[in-house]
């Protein structure tokens, strides 16, 4: 069937648990025929994946510009504080944003399951740029003093109740419409886009800085430049969202819309249909936990290399703004390159083995790299920061892949949104004000390698219970290929193929009802 003609299927009465490790056998499961495989075309799955990437770059710009400025913004929203306790607020307002993620989650997570995941991405799309073109015109400590930091916080939370339906969307959008063989391929764009706008969010800070400290004096970042980066939001907010109004619905989610609508609504007890959080809790909370694992490690060692390092460089090590703000650039756009190649080779070996080597890496490399970058020369940054980014590519190469295809396509959007925003909002988010917290207390620089350390342990352990989903189709939904010669081949071998489980795929009959009989034939 092709993505924009499909039949509503019906899905099999014995589906399997999601959660469950492997593929189950199921005797009566009907054998898989060429007009039940999705055909999506190389174009349309570009299109749509490019609607997403600019999302995604948009929210990372302005992580990027908050990280970059945390030391400046200080000075700004906090003047007449101790200095490492206005620091110590500014990283606050880092993480009070991401604190808000998981209420953002639950609301727009089933949303994106009821109503479809193209909506929830424009809207999400549209708060985020609207928050941060808003951060821009602020008024500072100077002007109304210590309430100054409120309305940055009220800014920050909104930012992540957005925040909060936008990763989770996102990578549930790009899984669904990659075909199963190259998931891990087209899913990895989604990152690489993001890690750009970070790229890009540090550039922009770095330049701004620097025009206007030559044009009026040191003191201009302070007195009027922080605001730029954060206006210069409002035209990429502007392209961002018309990419997501031009982005179509996911052929998976027009299926299992299909499914529940020809089955009368979605049943309480099959753990493929659609749920509520309760639902999601109660038949994948063992999956939940996974992602969970998974997305702390990732996140603690992706948030370091990110919006931490500017501070830490800044702060700790001793470099200047504008070499902690362009330090980390020339690495991320390398380490953006990388990441569609780690997708690939997840394609090829596996998720779990890609994952792995990341836990392997974040324990020989991160004493080493903050051992380097204390040395507090050019070159050793530069390869500290390099060593810091093998683990987080690795963590991250695969995981707009892997993380959605833990759960069906019916609860997919929600799960996500549970699993994902639960975690970061812990443990990534968290990263820049507890590694600040842990030098302050302990007086160790090495703190923010150990507790980047204990995670990456926590995630590979993760890893070894996760079931692997590199080629094969999305739980709760029916092969996707790029070709109907695939199509056709796919079906022809389906006996010998060990990665097809037609019991867990909502499959039709189309001479059960004479309605569905008509849709395939369109």
């Not at 700004?76 to 808000?100: C, R, W, Y």
């Amino acid at each position: 069937m092709s993505s924009e003609h499909m039949p509503t299927p019906a899905r099999h009465p014995s589906a399997p648990d999601a959660s469950a490790t492997g593929p189950s056998v199921d005797e009566s499961a009907r054998r898989l025929e060429v007009s039940d495989v999705l055909v999506v075309k190389t174009g349309r799955i570009r299109k749509a994946i490019t609607g997403t990437v600019v999302g995604n770059f948009m929210e990372w710009f302005d992580f990027g510009i908050y990280g970059y400025l945390a030391v400046t913004m200080t000075a700004v929203f906090t003047a007449g504080m101790d200095e490492t306790l206005g620091l110590l607020v500014v990283l606050l307002g880092f993480a009070i944003s991401f604190l808000v993620r998981p209420l953002g989650g639950l609301v727009l997570g089933p949303l994106g399951d009821r109503i479809g995941r193209q909506k929830v991405l424009f809207f999400t799309m549209a708060m985020m740029a609207v928050a941060t073109a808003l951060i821009g015109l602020l008024p500072t400590a100077a002007q109304i003093g210590a309430w100054a930091i409120l309305p940055l916080y009220l800014l920050k939370m909104l930012q992540g109740f957005s925040t909060g339906g936008e990763y989770a969307g996102a990578t549930t959008y790009v899984a669904e419409f990659s075909p199963d063989r190259s998931r891990g391929f087209w899913s990895s764009w989604l990152d690489a886009g993001s890690y750009v706008g970070f790229a890009a969010g540090a550039s922009t800070v770095a330049l701004t800085t620097w025009l206007t400290e030559l044009a009026a004096g040191p003191t201009a970042m302070v007195d009027f430049g922080w605001r730029i980066p954060f206006l210069v939001a409002i035209p990429l907010g502007v392209v961002a969202i018309w990419f997501r109004m031009r982005i179509p619905e996911t052929p998976a989610y027009e299926v299992a819309h299909g499914v529940e609508e020809h089955e009368g609504g979605a049943d309480a007890s099959d753990p493929l249909a659609r749920h509520g959080i309760l639902g999601i809790l109660r038949h994948h909370w063992r999956a939940i936990l996974v992602a969970m694992a998974v997305v702390a490690a990732t996140n603690t060692a992706g948030y370091a290399l990110t919006s931490y390092m500017p501070t830490y460089l800044e702060a700790t090590v001793g470099v200047s703004t504008i070499t902690a703000a362009l330090a980390t650039v020339p690495v991320l756009i390398v380490m953006s390159a990388c990441l569609p190649l780690l997708g690939r080779l997840s394609d090829r070996i596996g998720r779990k083995p890609v994952y792995l080597m990341a836990a392997a890496s974040v324990v020989v490399l991160m004493v080493p790299a903050f051992a380097l970058m204390q040395l507090g020369e050019l070159w050793a940054v530069m390869l500290a920061l390099c060593m810091v980014a093998v683990p987080v590519a690795l963590w991250v190469g695969c995981s707009a892949a892997t993380l959605p295809a833990l759960f069906p396509t019916a609860s997919r959007f929600g799960a996500m949104a549970i699993a994902y925003n639960l975690s970061v909002s812990l443990f990534g988010g968290t990263t820049p004000l507890f590694s600040q917290m842990l030098i302050d207390l302990t007086g160790n620089t090495y703190m923010p390698a150990f507790y980047i350390m204990f995670f990456g342990i926590v995630g590979g352990l993760a890893v070894l219970g996760m079931r692997e989903t590199a080629k094969r189709p999305l739980v709760g939904s029916v092969p996707t290929v790029e070709t109907r010669e695939e199509a056709v081949a796919l079906v022809r071998g389906q006996d010998g193929n060990p990665y097809l489980d037609t019991s867990s795929m909502p499959l039709v009959d189309l001479h059960e009802d004479p309605r569905l009989t008509a849709a395939g034939q369109r």
